[in-house]
Structures are given as structure tokens and as C-alpha cells.
């Protein structure tokens, strides 16, 4: 199993690339299952859960060919072709289902575009329970038949969906997902009420409406979808990932320098960046990216909340939290979206972090100095948290389980190392 070394205390300078964001890429391949057109995605990042869906939707009998780098592109993401234009399985099983969460929602454009499906409850998650609910209610307010039955979800909706009103009783960012990619095949009218305003919302309503979808007011807390007959192909370049940003924001803080994280878009993440601002950072939009830098300066201490977009994401409570670690000060992180994350605050602890746990909320008292250790990735967000905190640990730490990792940080180490980071992969 991979491991990655990291030897603390370079500070970062240099041009890191921030590539497509994994958490719209899922959604938008999916999507692909709605037309037998072939959908185009630019700008995807090469990561082990789109490798992962990629063979999730060949299950379905779906195409996906990788297309290269186009001349002048400076990052190392990809374009898909894909294609669905035979469907020869509307199952989606366990075994596949178990191993990324997200994969669950090709339930809403196999029951929206064949009128059935069979998908593997997700099962259990690191972070959290994680029900998916308020998934199966939106497809229900849209006249799907749902059975559960031996682990699976069987819907069905042999005369099509109807549209109609769906309320979540709270923000939810896959239930919006599937309300849309339901709702865009449906007879009829449809208003998502407290839809989930994330920007991975929107680029699917940008792409989805490309395809011909009637969608407004994505972006909003209330989204209307007016149902159409058939969708087509199109070409969509998928959005900025603005957790990679943040991630790379909150290392630069960490160890000083001066950092462009390319192509980022401020707009995406304003307030992880106040945040960042507030902490000591200075932070400066370019038409070029993000750029950071922090001298010599202390980390100022912060109070956060994890709140559903456009505040502070839970994606990057983790990350802050390493940060915190080193602050003048007490900072205190309250995490509401989900009920497990603190599971880097052993691992933390482990490098030297002073944090106190009382339910959903951390407190962090900062230390002078962490010292390296060798420690365990946990999930995707804490795992990287670590890898922020070994930047700035004394000596040496390897993190463990480093697969955690390659689901959602493209060349982590690459883009690290070329701003002067010590950082390797030791592989076996
Ligand atoms: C997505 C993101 C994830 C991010 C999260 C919150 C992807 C691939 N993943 O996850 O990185 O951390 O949004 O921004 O985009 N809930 C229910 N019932 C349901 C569905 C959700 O109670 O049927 C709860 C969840 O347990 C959680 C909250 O709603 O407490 C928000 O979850 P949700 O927004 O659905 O997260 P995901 O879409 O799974």
C-alpha cells in the first residue's frame, strides 16, 4: 500500500494548477445516462473514484473513451466522451455501489430515461450514516414506485415521471442532484424547494441545459425544472474544484511563501477565503487564479462553522483545523453538516495538536511546533488535513493509506513538490 513521506518546514512558492472539481465531474458523468447522444466532458480530473465510476457505468453499458490533453492545456485533465446510447443493465450492484457513495445517484436517469432501476443501498460511510432518504422521497414526490428489498433500492415508473413540487427538509446536496436529473425527463413542471445552492449544483444545471433541459434558477434555493421529451449530447468543461483550492490556500498559510493556484475561481470559495484572510493570509483574485501568500507572520486564530455553500464547506473543516493547529491562539470549529468528522483529530494529535472535542464542536488550542509522525489517512478531507500539518511538522511523517488520497487529489504530490515542498510517494 502507497505511503507518502513528507519532511516539514519548506515554505511553498511556485504555480500549483487546480484542476476540474471531482464532486461535479460524478454527477455530470452520470448525467450522461439520460441521452443516447454522447456527452462531452473537458477538464476532468484524473482521479481514482472517476477511474472508479468510469467502471461503474460500464456496468450500464456505457462508453467512456479519453480523449488527450488539448494543446495549451496546463493541467493534466482529461476529456471523456461518453456514451450512452445502450443501456444494457439498469442494476447497479453492491460490490460497486459500496465502494463510492456517490455512484447511488445513477438511480435517478436510469428510472427517469427507462423507466426502471436497481441500485445498491450505499451502505455504511467513515463520515457519517449518510441515508439517502431524502434521495428516494424526491423520486417519489415524482411518482416513482420504490421498493427496498435486500439491500437494494427498486424503483420504477413504467408511464414516466410527473412533476411536481419537491420540499427537502434539509439541504442536500446528492438529493438535488437526483431531484434535477429526475425531474429534467418528467411530464410536466417541477420546483425543487431548499435545493442545495452549491456551485457542483449548478454546473450540472449549466450542463444538463446544454443538453436541452429546461432548468432555472440553479444556484438558488428553489430550482424549477419544466420536463422535456429527450435530452441531447453536448460538450460541457467542468468547474474549477474549490476544495483542491481551498486545500492548497490553507498549505500555503500553513508554511509561508507565495502560491497562484491556477484557474481557481474566488467566487467559488469567498468564504473558506475570509476565513483564510482573517487567519493571516493575503489572498488576491487574478485573471490568472488565486493568489496566496503569507510572510512571516503568525496564524491568527478563527471561529467556523461548517454550513451547507455559500458557507464555510465541510469539505475543508479538516484542512483548517491542521491550520489552526499552529495558531496564536484558541480557534474553535463547529462541524453541523456532518455527525463523524473528527477523525483526523487523533491523527493530529498524533503530530502534536492540542484539540479537545465536545460533540459537533473542536476546540484548538495552537502549538509552537508539531513534530512529524507517521500517521493514518482516515477519508478523502482527512487525509489531507495531515498532509497540510506535516508540511509544517519538524522531521519527518509518512501518511499512511494514501488511497484515501488519489479519490480526490490529483498529483498531490507533484504539485506540491514543484512549489518546494519535501514530499514523496513511497510505493509497496
Ligand atoms: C456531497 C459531497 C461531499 C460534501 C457534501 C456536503 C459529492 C460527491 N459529495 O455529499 O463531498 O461533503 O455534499 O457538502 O458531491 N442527508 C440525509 N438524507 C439524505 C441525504 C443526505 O439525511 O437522503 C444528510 C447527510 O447525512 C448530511 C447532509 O444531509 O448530514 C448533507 O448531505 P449531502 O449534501 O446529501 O451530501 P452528499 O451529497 O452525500
Not at 507518502?4 to 452520470?30: C, D, E, F, H, Y
Not at 462541524?335 to 492540542?354: C, D, K, P, S, Y
Request: include cysteine.
Amino acid at each position: 500500500m502507497d505511503r507518502i513521506r513528507i519532511t516539514g518546514g519548506r515554505q511553498l512558492n511556485g504555480v500549483i494548477p487546480i484542476s476540474g472539481a471531482k464532486n461535479a465531474t460524478l454527477p455530470l458523468m452520470i448525467a450522461s445516462l439520460l441521452t443516447q447522444d454522447t456527452l462531452i466532458l473537458d477538464n476532468v480530473p484524473r482521479l481514482a473514484d472517476v477511474r472508479l465510476l468510469q467502471r461503474i457505468l460500464g456496468n450500464h453499458g456505457v462508453d467512456v473513451m479519453i480523449a488527450g490533453k488539448r494543446p495549451g492545456e496546463s493541467t493534466d485533465n482529461q476529456t471523456l466522451h461518453i456514451s450512452a446510447a445502450n443501456i444494457v443493465d439498469t442494476t447497479a450492484p453492491y460490490d460497486l455501489v459500496s465502494k463510492m457513495r456517490a455512484s447511488f445517484w445513477v438511480v435517478a436517469p436510469l428510472l427517469a430515461r427507462m423507466g426502471r432501476a436497481k441500485v445498491s443501498l450505499p451502505g455504511g460511510c467513515a463520515i457519517g450514516t449518510r441515508p439517502v432518504d431524502l434521495l428516494i422521497m424526491a423520486l417519489e414526490r415524482l411518482g416513482a414506485q420504490i421498493e427496498i428489498d435486500a439491500g437494494y433500492v427498486i424503483a420504477s415508473a413504467p408511464r414516466g415521471l410527473q412533476g411536481n413540487e419537491i420540499v427537502f427538509p434539509k439541504v442536500t446536496v446528492g438529493g438535488t442532484h437526483t431531484a434535477l436529473m429526475a425531474a429534467v425527463l418528467a411530464n410536466g413542471t417541477s420546483v425543487i424547494e431548499n435545493a442545495a445552492c452549491e456551485p457542483e449544483v449548478g454546473d450540472l444545471a449549466d450542463c444538463l441545459n446544454k443538453m436541452g433541459a429546461k432548468i432555472s434558477g440553479a444556484g438558488t434555493t428553489r430550482i424549477t425544472v419544466e420536463g422535456v421529451a429527450k435530452l441531447n449530447g453536448a460538450r460541457h468543461s467542468v468547474l474549477p474544484d474549490r476544495i483542491e483550492t481551498g486545500t492548497y490556500a490553507m498549505a500555503v498559510a500553513m508554511t509561508g511563501g507565495d502560491v497562484m493556484l491556477q484557474n481557481a475561481r474566488p467566487e467559488l470559495l469567498q468564504a473558506a477565503l475570509d476565513t483564510l484572510a482573517q487567519a493571516g493570509a493575503n489572498i488576491t483574485a487574478t485573471n490568472e487564479g488565486i493568489r496566496v501568500t503569507r510572510n512571516g507572520g503568525g496564524i491568527a486564530p478563527v471561529t467556523v462553522t461548517t454550513e451547507p455553500f455559500p458557507g464555510f464547506p465541510t469539505d475543508l473543516q479538516a484542512q483548517l483545523m491542521a491550520l489552526m493547529t499552529r495558531a496564536k491562539g484558541t480557534s474553535t470549529i463547529t462541524e453541523t453538516i456532518f455527525e463523524n468528522r473528527f477523525m483526523h483529530v487523533q491523527e493530529l494529535a498524533r503530530l502534536g495538536a492540542r484539540i479537545h472535542l465536545d460533540g459537533q464542536k473542536a476546540t484548538i488550542e495552537g502549538v509552537d511546533r508539531l513534530k512529524g509522525a507517521p500517521v493514518m489517512a482516515t477519508d478523502l478531507r482527512a487525509s489531507v488535513s495531515l498532509v497540510i500539518a506535516a508540511l509544517a511538522a519538524e522531521g519527518e511523517t509518512t501518511v499512511n493509506r494514501v488511497y484515501h488520497l488519489d479519490r480526490g487529489f490529483e498529483r498531490l504530490e507533484a504539485k506540491l513538490s514543484a512549489c518546494g515542498a519535501s514530499i514523496e510517494r513511497l510505493s509497496g
